[in-house]
Antibody
């Protein structure tokens, strides 16, 4: 059974750096095509994908936020860490990590999140 | 703005069929995926690869595709299906990114 859980400081000041850790179990992040991704959701708004740490250590980022994001493996093999610099009140919201799979139509591949963590609420103030 | 377009809201009576559409150019070459999100909860995948249903998801949830539109159909809607539904796809501009639609609030009357 795959599970994921987010942790980290939930209150940060503007201009500070947010660091969130996703601790997972039930998989090893070593199968071809799997990854751990991050998605956020401002209060009352839609989901927004942030970043993905892929099984082969490739990293993928949202083009609009790439300059502020870094995704890495944690100190444990079952952790993935997301950092976001220069936090602003508009970054307030719930941040989710999720187990991610890859599906392809010929040479066009896409990621999808099949199991999600419970989310952690981050407030920038 | 979102590159996947969904209706903001859909309303149906219990037992009826709800259809939620999602349109976008990326869907011409990428699979579509659907998530259900109830208030205060994390999203849950309800369909993947346009038409597949994860184990544990009720059979009343089904997905389909026509051109650049994917559709989530909920047959025999139940009160517990009231939630926000998000479609998702990938990008086709040569970058591996994820796109979500703006979400559709399903109200069961």
């Amino acid at each position: 059974q795959i599970t994921l859980k987010e942790s980290g400081l939930t209150l940060v000041k503007p201009t500070q750096t947010l660091t969130l850790t996703c601790t997972f179990s039930g998989f090893a992040l070593s199968w071809s095509g799997e990854g751990v991704g991050w998605v956020r959701q401002p209060p009352g708004k839609a989901l927004e994908w942030l970043a993905l740490h892929y099984w082969n250590d490739d990293k993928y980022y949202s083009p609009s936020l790439e300059s502020r994001l870094t995704i890495t493996k944690g100190t444990s093999k079952t952790q993935v860490v997301l950092t976001m610099t220069n936090m602003d009140p508009v970054d307030t919201g719930t941040y989710y990590c999720a187990h991610t799979l890859t599906f392809c139509i010929e040479d066009a591949c896409s990621f999808t999140m099949d199991v999600w963590g419970q989310g952690t609420t981050v407030t920038v103030s | 703005s979102h590159e996947l377009t969904q209706p903001p809201s859909v309303s149906v009576s219990p037992g009826q069929t709800a259809t939620i559409t999602c349109s976008g150019d990326s869907l011409a070459k990428q699979y579509g995926y659907w998530y259900q999100q109830k208030p205060g909860q994390a999203p849950v995948m309800v369909t993947y690869k346009d038409t597949e249903r994860p184990s544990g998801v009720p059979e009343r949830f089904s997905g389909s595709r026509s051109g650049t539109t994917v559709t989530l159909t909920i047959s025999g809607v139940q009160a517990e299906d009231e939630a926000a539904y998000y479609c998702q796809s990938g990008d086709t501009r040569g970058t591996y990114t994820v796109m979500f639609g703006g979400g559709t609030k399903l109200t069961v009357l």
